[in-house]
């Protein structure tokens, strides 16, 4: 909720209470904002109203503005001034970013301006110290280590894709108990694969607590199944594949309590690593310990495993965001070359958009969902997608020759002008072959 004397601060600054209210959102939740998100928010039309208030806020300071695709205006509002007014001196939403990041804080915007109303966790400290007291661990907690000048010196900053955390009040919980709800905005892109990385980063975090929402948002509902889908199969405690997970965790964890290491593959301590961190609830440390000692057969141990019926403690549901925000194309001040923008202080390599690379995000995308057989069919030696098999095993005919790989006798390739990635044998004895035809059929067509 908004207090009261941040809305003063900022009116002291010459705005009003709408302007106020929602240059207060802009600040904490995003750092940018567009003048259509302007418009909804306070529910006037283009005019007077919108032009005092650009001009106002980009005549003191508060605000400056770049033209973007489709001539969309895009304000970054970066003042120390205001972020002083509403104690936020140190939050960083006021700093240039990057198109991608942009395009999301834009799409945070859109959601917190749709629920104005609720209670955010607004600050890093905010949220930090909320899930303290629910005694979660500080590892646990999501963040990234940054380093400082000093290379032994290290920082670590929470909850840094500042996604909406806020309390439900269509919370069905008991009187006095908070459920915090956790969204994510995603772009109108066809991956998933940001959306796959974040639940991984929060997976352990989320499970910890006793009780939490999730909200996927994005500009688009074609997505809304798959991300659904994904969600249960990661959170779904009673499903098929969850108890056989934990039956293989069960066998893996014994053997390796019985020093039988060498028996272990890489894969199977991956996921005994994995289940140290998922699989250490009360019930699932009582199952083990029986079954260790012999009082659950091998054959009864998914039955077991499957019979505990636990109510879901989280609950998933989608909201479509009115805006994409695909206005990074084309606009001026922006580099073509990366589509980046032309200030040197944001890394070109942080400012690639998803459509810049699709295949890479897809592919990406689809090995996260699909596991490690997704290459199982590649099994040639060399690099490429599709096997090779020269003229002499196989159907494909010479002209097939050509790849990435270098010819190991250089010499023949130069006579006849082509390059091969298999053994110089085999290359040599096609090569004869296809000569040897050609000749034969050039003396049958002299001969006739």
């Given at each position: 909720m908004i207090r009261p004397e941040h809305l003063a601060a900022l009116g002291d600054l010459g705005y009003s209470q709408q302007e106020s209210r929602f240059l207060y959102l802009a600040a904490t939740h995003s750092g940018y904002f567009t003048l259509r998100q302007f418009l909804d928010f306070t529910?006037?039309?283009?005019?007077?109203?919108?032009?005092?208030?650009?001009?106002?806020?980009?005549?003191?300071?508060?605000?400056?503005?770049?033209?973007?695709?489709?001539?969309?205006?895009?304000?970054?509002?970066?003042?120390?001034?205001?972020?002083?007014?509403?104690?936020?001196?140190?939050?960083?939403?006021?700093?240039?970013?990057?198109?991608?990041?942009?395009?999301?804080?834009?799409?945070?915007?859109?959601?917190?301006?749709?629920?104005?109303?609720?209670?955010?966790?607004?600050?890093?400290?905010?949220?930090?110290?909320?899930?303290?007291?629910?005694?979660?661990?500080?590892?646990?907690?999501?963040?990234?280590?940054?380093?400082?000048?000093?290379?032994?010196?290290?920082?670590?900053?929470?909850?840094?894709?500042?996604?909406?955390?806020?309390?439900?009040?269509?919370?069905?919980?008991?009187?006095?108990?908070?459920?915090?709800?956790?969204?994510?905005?995603?772009?109108?892109?066809?991956?998933?694969?940001?959306?796959?990385?974040?639940?991984?980063?929060?997976?352990?975090?989320?499970?910890?607590?006793?009780?939490?929402?999730?909200?996927?948002?994005?500009?688009?509902?074609?997505?809304?199944?798959?991300?659904?889908?994904?969600?249960?199969?990661?959170?779904?405690?009673n499903s098929a594949t969850n108890v056989q997970s934990i039956a293989r965790y069960f066998r893996i964890r014994r053997l390796w309590d019985e020093n039988k290491h060498s028996l272990l593959t890489r894969a199977d301590r991956d996921l005994l690593r994995y289940g140290n961190q998922r699989?250490?609830?009360?019930?699932?440390?009582?199952?083990?310990?029986?079954?260790?000692?012999?009082?659950?057969?091998?054959?009864?141990?998914?039955?077991?495993?499957?019979?505990?019926?636990?109510?879901p403690k989280w609950r998933f549901r989608t909201h479509l965001l009115p805006r994409d925000y695909n206005i990074f194309g084309s606009e001026s001040g922006m580099d073509r070359r990366t589509r980046a923008s032309t200030d040197r202080s944001v890394p070109r390599s942080a400012s690639c958009s998803d459509e810049e690379k699709p295949k890479h995000f897809q592919t990406k995308e689809h090995a996260m969902e699909h596991g490690p057989n997704l290459y199982a069919a590649k099994i040639v030696s060399w690099p490429g997608a599709t096997p090779f098999c020269p003229a002499v095993c196989g159907p494909n005919p010479l002209r097939g020759f050509g790849g990435h790989a270098r010819p190991r006798n250089t010499r023949f390739a130069r006579s006849f002008g082509v390059v091969c990635r298999v053994q110089d044998s085999t290359f040599v004895l096609a090569t004869l072959q296809r000569l040897f035809v050609e000749h034969l059929d050039k003396g049958s067509s002299m001969r006739m």
């Open positions: 529910g006037t039309a283009k005019g007077w109203n919108v032009h005092q208030f650009t001009s106002k806020s980009i005549r003191l300071g508060h605000v400056r503005v770049a033209t973007c695709g489709y001539r969309t205006s895009l304000f970054n509002l970066y003042s120390r001034r205001v972020y002083g007014a509403l104690d936020r001196d140190n939050l960083r939403n006021r700093r240039r970013l990057s198109n991608e990041l942009i395009r999301t804080r834009l799409l945070i915007l859109d959601f917190v301006l749709a629920h104005a109303g609720l209670e955010y966790l607004e600050t890093e400290a905010e949220k930090v110290a909320y899930f303290r007291d629910l005694a979660v661990p500080e590892a646990l907690i999501p963040g990234r280590v940054y380093k400082g000048i000093d290379p032994n010196s290290t920082t670590k900053r929470c909850f840094v894709d500042r996604f909406p955390v806020f309390f439900s009040a269509e919370s069905d919980c008991p009187p006095g108990e908070l459920i915090p709800t956790f969204v994510y905005c995603d772009s109108a892109d066809r991956g998933l694969f940001h959306y796959i990385t974040h639940l991984r980063h929060y997976e352990h975090f989320l499970r910890r607590l006793s009780g939490f929402h999730f909200v996927y948002a994005a500009p688009s509902s074609v997505k809304f199944h798959r991300a659904e889908q994904f969600f249960r199969s990661t959170f779904e405690e699989y250490r609830d009360e019930f699932s440390e009582s199952v083990y310990r029986k079954w260790t000692a012999g009082g659950t057969e091998e054959q009864a141990l998914e039955t077991l495993l499957g019979a505990h019926q636990t109510a």
